[in-house]
């Protein structure tokens, strides 16, 4: 295991991040997530709070078995000793040591107030508290740090206080004291000349711990880290409580690509976009599309001026290249096309057009006439690739043709609603009637339509529709509005988009349903009739 003791990179999704609002961890996510961190290459994952509560306990234990990180040290969290309680007598204490954990995390109160009304003791004997924790632990073997929970409020109640839970907290042998901004509610400028003149007051070697309440928890950090800490704690993906806390993703692409302070092994920071939505994957937490360095969006453009300015030089509307976080460059095809943007998506799909300016002419007419009608293609690549072959090759790809479809649905006295779907398809010049069931009249459809299929196509039984979202447009008022359905599907090696859009919402479905069959097809390998 290799740590760089100079600079701490600390994660704590799995305790302070499983605190955000409907993220519900099982050990078995947990397991899973602390792994992908250690793939990334943090120095320090903290991993809950052991004899609190049964699974944080199970974790501990499950996790000394099973966890084998090469490149984080395992951190365990807890509070310090109770008031009028030695520290060999605490109950919890001894969790921390019991854990096994080469480091702790221990929470001490740093502000007055605090220490008045929610430890309900005195001054003094929360100092104790902090010391006799510090040393007891240390005794066991064990590295400690020490988060000082609300410092900076505190440090503007009572600063002489404040600063003398920081010296005393050294003095016991903490390893590094993080400065909590535990309310979230600091700012750049004000936040560095604290933790500037802590560094001053102390010599104690100092981390950073902010929420980002004021949206600035990033800002906060890297502030923190410009006046001197070298401990900066946070959760992937900005994971936390109310708003989150600060996200070490954006912390460390910008401290390694902005700073040139490298904080990871070499090359980890490639894996950033993958592991982001990775243990996305594992919260059921949906990635946010504009999430800096590894949101889907970060690196995509839509107005035809920057696709202009691209074509020439990426670097003309990009701070730096995707590849560096594992991302990639995407162009938006939408009314704000030019000819520059349908340039690049189309090479982005393997179609160049450089030499076919009048194709590229037609499909930019196309894409701004389809969308007037409510079309969109910024999310739906699968059907614009489509659209571009049909005027490339002059015709549209075609496997099948839908003749028919009607609907009929269900409903009894229990409540139970059953949808039955049945098409009439046109296939190698075969007419099909095919039949499906489903839980809702799309979902039949999609059944009647593959299981139709499937006798001349049977690559379809790996087609799997993963999402399916409906918008009503703008424009005309209620029932009579249009629809714009969206559909994803997947194969097993990669997933498409498709749009239909029709005043029907089954009319809708069904030419979007069209579209990602057709799409598989041509994925798998199928030449179309």
Not at 118 to 144: C, H, P, W, Y
Not at 203 to 227: E, K, P, Q, Y
Not at 231 to 258: C, F, P, W
Not at 379 to 392: K, N, P, V
């Amino acid at each position: 295991m290799t740590v760089n003791d100079s600079f701490h990179i600390y994660d704590t999704t799995l305790r302070d991040g499983a605190q955000q609002e409907g993220l519900n961890l099982s050990v078995h996510d947990k397991l899973a997530i602390a792994r992908h961190l250690d793939d990334l290459g943090v120095g320090f994952i903290e991993g809950g709070w052991p004899g609190a509560n049964p699974k944080d306990t199970e974790f501990f234990k499950r996790a000394q078995k099973e966890l084998q990180l090469k490149n984080a040290t395992f951190v365990a969290f807890g509070a310090t000793r109770r008031p009028g309680v030695k520290a060999a007598d605490d109950v919890l204490l001894r969790a921390l040591q019991d854990s096994r954990a080469a480091a702790v995390t221990l929470v001490a109160k740093s502000h007055d107030r605090h220490v008045d009304l929610a430890l309900k003791t005195n001054l003094d004997e929360n100092l104790k508290m902090i010391v006799d924790s510090i040393q007891f632990l240390k005794e066991g073997g064990q590295r400690v740090f020490l988060d000082a929970e609300h410092f900076f409020d505190g440090y503007k109640s009572n600063k002489a206080y404040a600063l003398e839970v920081i010296k005393v907290a050294a003095e016991a042998g903490a390893d590094v004291i993080a400065l909590c901004d535990t309310n979230g509610g600091m700012l750049p400028d004000e936040l560095s000349q604290t933790v500037h003149d802590v560094l001053q007051a102390s010599g104690a070697r100092l981390g950073i711990h902010c929420h980002n309440d004021t949206g600035c928890a990033v800002a906060n950090s890297l502030a923190a880290i410009s006046a001197g800490v070298t401990h900066v704690q946070g959760t992937l993906n900005g994971y936390g409580e109310r708003t989150g806390n600060a996200d070490l993703v954006s912390i460390i692409a910008n401290l390694e690509l902005k700073k040139k302070q490298p904080v990871l092994p070499q090359g980890a920071l490639r894996e950033a976009f993958r592991i982001s939505h990775a243990v996305a994957e594992v919260t059921n937490v949906a990635p946010s599309a504009r999430q800096p360095y590894v949101g889907i969006s970060a690196f995509a453009h839509k107005a035809g001026l920057h696709a202009s300015a691209i074509k020439v030089d990426p670097a003309m509307y990009q701070h730096e290249d995707p590849e560096s976080v594992g991302n990639d460059m995407r162009m938006l095809v939408s009314e704000m096309a030019g000819r520059a943007s349908i340039e690049l998506k189309s090479r982005e799909l393997g179609i160049d057009l450089s030499s076919n300016k009048e194709v590229v002419s037609r499909v930019v007419g196309r894409v701004k006439e389809m969308e007037s009608r409510g079309f969109t293609f910024e999310a739906a690549d699968a059907s614009f690739e489509l659209l571009l072959r049909e005027e490339l090759d002059g015709r549209r790809p075609q496997f099948f043709t839908i003749e028919n479809w009607a609907i009929t649905v269900d409903g009894g006295e229990s409540g139970e609603v059953t949808s039955q779907a049945r098409v009439t398809i046109i296939a190698k010049g075969e007419k099909i009637e095919s039949a499906g069931t489903g839980n809702g009249p799309v979902n039949a459809i999609d059944n009647a339509l593959r299981s139709g299929l499937l006798k001349i196509y049977p690559e379809l039984a790996k087609l799997e529709l993963t999402d399916y979202k409906v918008r009503i447009l703008e424009g005309r008022a209620g029932t009579g509005a249009v629809t714009r359905v969206l559909v994803e599907t997947k194969d097993g090696d990669g997933e498409w988009s498709t749009i239909g859009v029709h005043e029907n919402v089954i009319a809708a479905s069904a030419m979007a349903l069209e579209d990602a069959v057709t799409f598989g097809l041509l994925r798998q390998g199928r030449q179309p009739e």
